[in-house]
């Protein structure tokens, strides 16, 4: 028996106060549980690493060894079959051609190595008429100068799509960097020498008999080019003066391609060409002072032509 209220209706159970102080001994008030107050990482601690480690890799095994797991990076690159990522072999233009005589001492040397390096091209160009019968080296290096002058023609036009018909996936790119604020004018005026084919190869890629031929085809010809910037403003070159420009121009074709095409892939530069000069950057051209309500369209004023300058294509 307890000396409670109740005890004697309730005679197997405690009484009100009884409980409540069992209660405060077991969970003191006020009862709070710390679960969302406080942010808890658990960065277990870093293990030995070896001295002899390079900066990536000794980032990396510090980065694993707290608990954390690098992606892995995978580097992907696209590729092309169409045609090929260079030119295989390229043609190495002797020095002072279009200037020195095939009657003088130099000239004479210069046409017996090219007789003796011509046994290549000459094999190269039996394997790609295995596959194009209609292919000749005199027919060819008037249809190059053809692609030439109209993949050109599509450039200063800005016609995408036929250009792409007319050069390779790695010729593109370098013909149109850099080109989208400017205004191009070029003519092709006269060819000062028939175009002749130099150099022929006939590479496979990947797996044999995937076959790739490039020929290599020189023309002098005269030209005229003017770049002007996105204000009309003249940067190089000029459309009335015409220059005489020597080029070793790069076509190739995917041979076992039924479909395939002859196309400009590239430009061989000797190292003996001279340097081109630097384009002149867009200045502003000085006016006359306007008085306070005069326009500038009632003076009449002319605005100065700057001077043609010096080229190379």
Known sequence: RHGCEGSLMMPHTLCR????????????LPFVVPVRTKKRFFVPPSTKIKAKMTASQDQE???RAAGFVIRQEYMERSINIACTAGVFDPYIPPEGDARLSSLSREGLKQRTQQIKQGAASQLAIRKIKEHDPEFTAKSF????????????DSLTQFNKEKLHSLV????????VRGNRYKTLRWRFVE????PKVVHARCPDMVTKGNLYGQVTVRMHSRQTLAIYDRF????????EEPRDV?????LERHLINPYGMWRLHGKIVPAWA?????????????????KPGEEFEELNYEVPKPKAVQWHK
């Open 17 to 28: 106060h009884h409980l409540q102080a069992s209660l405060d001994v077991r969970f003191p």
């Open 61 to 63: 095994a510090n980065t």
């Open 141 to 152: 290096a008037v249809k190059a100068q053809e692609i030439f002058v109209e993949a050109h």
């Open 168 to 175: 390779t996936e790695r010729c593109y790119p370098e013909m």
């Open 191 to 194: 060819s000062l020498e028939p």
């Open 232 to 239: 009309g403003r003249l940067m190089m070159g000029s459309e």
């Open 246 to 250: 020597l080029e070793y121009l790069v």
């Open 274 to 290: 001279p340097a081109k000069e630097p384009v002149v950057k867009t200045i502003m051209i000085p006016g006359p002072e306007l």
